[in-house]
């Protein structure tokens, strides 16, 4: 059984300060790793993803991630937040079932406010 | 292209009741997924469904069932609701496939009294 750690449920922060989501997963086999945010009112939309390769992962809009196999963490970081990052942040993994169930464990959220 | 639809957007039903929600999927995606989101934790897998059969359940009872349809959309049957029932619905819609993003709808809230 899969399961994901996100270690703060709440992270305040300053506009312009940097950040970082913590996330920590186990599983008996390999992974896929996802970053979702949830704004509120609004369903899951996906931020970035590892799937192999370069272990730093990027999105569109300046956040990144960094795959550790070795502490099986996969924290997301952004060096400058703005007002509009402030969401609901999802930490996934999945790993494959039987046939060909992909299904997403979700941890239990990191809610960022960014205060001016 | 249009994205994955659920609907309603919220319902109110009473404990015992039977509920139906809906979603349909974005345009080829051939896997739907339900997830549970309770007030305050992450999303939790209820199912999934690829080319209209069950392909993978979370730790949800039998009164949780659902359907696909040839064209890929799918429903979410609750039988006899409980408070705890009360929760976000989220489907989303990806193509069978590790590492395939899964493309969430909006939700549909729905309220136990």
């Known amino acids: 059984a899969q399961s994901v750690t996100q270690l703060d449920s709440q992270v305040p922060v300053f506009e312009e300060a940097p950040v970082e989501l913590r996330c920590n997963y186990s599983s008996s086999v390999s992974v896929y790793l996802f970053w979702y945010v949830q704004y509120p009112n609004q369903g899951l939309q996906l931020l970035l993803k590892?799937?192999?390769?370069?272990?730093l992962v990027e999105s569109i809009n300046g956040f990144e991630a960094e795959f550790n196999k070795s502490q099986t963490s996969f924290h997301l970081r952004k060096p400058s937040v703005h007002i509009s990052d402030t969401a609901e942040y999802f930490c996934a993994v999945s790993e494959r079932g039987g046939g060909s169930n992909y299904k997403l464990t979700f941890g239990k959220g990191t809610l960022l406010t960014v205060n001016p | 292209e249009t994205g994955v639809t659920q609907s309603p957007t919220h319902l109110i039903k009473t404990r015992g009741q039977q509920v139906t929600l809906r979603c349909s999927s974005q345009?080829?995606?051939?896997?739907v997924s339900w997830y549970q989101q309770a007030l305050g934790q992450g999303p939790q897998f209820i199912f999934q469904?690829?080319?209209?059969?069950?392909?993978g359940r979370g730790n949800f009872p039998p009164r949780f069932s659902g359907l696909q349809f040839p064209n890929y959309s799918s429903e979410l049957n609750v039988n006899a609701l409980e408070l705890d029932d009360s929760a976000l619905y989220l489907c989303a819609s990806s193509l069978a496939g590790g590492g395939n993003e899964q493309y969430f709808g909006p939700g549909t809230r729905l309220t136990v009294t």
């Open positions: 590892y799937l192999s390769g370069s272990t």
């Open positions: 469904y690829y080319r209209e059969e069950e392909n």
């Open positions: 345009s080829g995606h051939n896997t």
